[in-house]
């Protein structure tokens, strides 16, 4: 049995059937609706006045389709009198900003009408319709999906304008109705304490549900969480587990940090050769840091043959990007002529880049420059500067230099 009537115009049917879609998938209802149209009289006794008496709620869908019509003769006004002389629940359901006149007006200007193109006052009325018909709190989304990806939009609108309350506020109506993006932003608030009390504990919670969906993202933060042990005991395996899944589906500092971990035997069996494999995939994805981590690997021959062409292609690519250690080493190969034809002027030139970034190792080596006259005049006061700097952030071998001179 149709436990809800719904009135509308036939020029709305569109939108209507629309509607009628997501109220029947929403609360596993049917909804009655004409889609032949009444001519007469007998009919309308027929058909629409033994649907409102079956039915426990009128949903009346008020459009301009409505704005000059004869109320006399209107078969949707004589729906709306019908309903109210059998004492039907009835709500004003606006489909557009037709306002609202004369009857309509004084029927449902202050009271029972709703917007259906405002996603809170669509969940009202779902949640009301809910407790009208004794379908009881079931928790199950009274959204579509497409609602949940534009109140997780719009909480993310507030994020960048860092109004962090109202996207918590948006995060969480959508991460309660299981909606997996909302669930990992709500972890993501809570773990830097955006708008909330910073509760590591909670961003865990989130993310677990996020990244119990196939939620990338969330699968990548739950393994950084159990890396670091935030909000849960530190547990490597469990880092890996986590990341393994979001390196699988492509994610490139997933990838970065499961070639990190076979590098280090942290969680896994040491083993070069999955960390090459690894980091490559991410470095095929432009991920500067595994581009350096793999020019590493083929400089020193850790999980492959050693190749010094390779490990400059590599060195290149991060280097390009800013990476200051990979400039540092790109200078460091030319400067020996590993890979490259060797080159005191292309050493110097990356090892510039690399100190302007603070970059301690390139500091020393633009002392060892000055000291030997490696593509620049022999001095000794500028190579104890560049030294000085790197002793002072404490590269080891600088505090050496400078002892030595």
Known sequence: MERIFISYKRADGEKVY????KIEKTLGVKCWYDLDGIE??????SKICSAIDNAEVVLFMHSSAHLGI?????WTVKELN???MT???VVLVKLDDAPLKNLFLMEYGTRNNIDSRDFRQWDKLMNDLRGWLNLGTSKNSVYSKAELE???KKGEEFYDKKQYAEAVKLFRKAAEQGYANAQNSLGWMYENGYGVTKDYGEAVRWYRKAAEQGNVSAQYNLGYMYLNGYGVTKDYGEA??????AAEQGNATAQYNLGYLYANGYGVTEDYGEAVRWYRKAAEQGYVAAQYKLGIMYQYGYGVTKDYGEAVR?????AEQGNASAQNSLGYMYRNGYGVTKDYGEAGRWYRKAVEQGNAAAQYNMGVMYENGYGVEMDLTKARYWYQKAADQGFEEAKKALARL
Not at 18 to 21: A, Q
Not at 40 to 45: D, H, P, R
Not at 314 to 318: F, G, L, N, T, V
């Open 18 to 21: 629309k509607l009628i879609d």
């Open 40 to 45: 007469t009289a007998a009919q309308f006794m």
């Open 70 to 74: 004869n109320y006399d003769n209107d």
């Open 82 to 84: 019908y309903a109210h």
């Open 87 to 89: 004492k039907k629940r």
């Open 150 to 152: 534009d109140i997780h």
């Open 240 to 245: 890996v587990k986590w990341y393994r899944k």
């Open 314 to 318: 590599w060195y290149r690519k991060a």
